[in-house]
């Protein structure tokens, strides 16, 4: 039982390359979250996806795009990077209703 | 909307010393409240959570009592360890909204 598993764990992109992070759970959660961590600016919510199916815009999705492949898998797409962009990005899951969020390890996304 | 205020630190603690992180939060609603623990280089981990009101959490020796009165969810223990260095976030989830997260607090325990 991996729980929230995420690749790769560290990226590096040239401005206007594009790459999509992936994710992936093992705990039949039906909701899903991507977020940024910026320095002195705790975690910032991307993308999420309450079930298979739906995706829906958080507090920062531009410059991003999700899929959500099927239940376990959820990922964000980066089409065209950009500096502001480097951060260490987090994908978490969640049953749903107010529980717990589970979090991946991260992905360090350096973009020069 | 819903936010959450933490003290964002650093703070340096010596082993055995008393821990306060201090949490207030803003909530329409009545809001599940959370201490998530980040270790260096890992991802958040749950510390503890409370429900309602008066609810006290508590894990690994850690403790946190939702306050409605005040909106607040400090999170203390009494005798830190070296291994509790790491970066705490209080967050809060109203019903049917998604989390929000405050900014973190570096927590650093010298032996």
């Known amino acids: 039982n991996a729980g929230v598993t995420q690749t790769p764990k560290f990226q590096v992109l040239k401005t206007g390359q594009s790459m999509t992070l992936q994710c992936a759970q093992d705990?039949?959660?039906?909701?899903m979250y991507w977020y940024r961590q910026d320095p002195g600016m705790g975690l910032r919510l991307i993308y999420y996806s309450a079930s298979e199916g739906t995706t829906d815009k958080g507090e920062v999705p531009n410059g991003y795009n999700v899929s959500r492949l099927n239940k376990r898998e959820f990922s964000l797409r980066l089409e065209s990077a950009a500096p502001s962009q480097t951060s260490v990005y987090f994908c978490a899951a969640e049953w749903g209703g107010g529980e717990t969020q589970y979090f991946g390890p991260g992905t360090r996304l350096l973009v020069l | 909307g819903d936010s959450v205020t933490q003290m964002e630190g650093p703070v340096t603690l010596s082993e055995e010393a008393f821990l306060t992180i201090n949490c207030t939060y803003t909530a329409t609603g009545y809001p599940s409240l959370f201490w998530y623990v980040q270790y260096p280089g890992e991802g958040l981990q749950l510390l503890l959570k409370?429900?309602?009101?008066?609810d006290k959490g508590s894990n690994k020796g850690f403790e946190a009592t939702y306050r409605k009165e005040t909106t607040s969810f400090h999170l203390e223990k009494g005798s830190v360890q070296v291994s509790d260095s790491a970066v705490y976030f209080c967050?809060?989830?109203?019903?049917?909204?998604?989390?929000?997260f405050g900014p973190g607090t570096r927590l650093s325990v010298l032996p």
């Open positions: 967050a809060l989830k109203d019903y049917g909204q998604n989390f929000v």
């Open positions: 409370a429900t309602k009101a008066d």
């Open positions: 705990m039949n959660h039906n909701s």
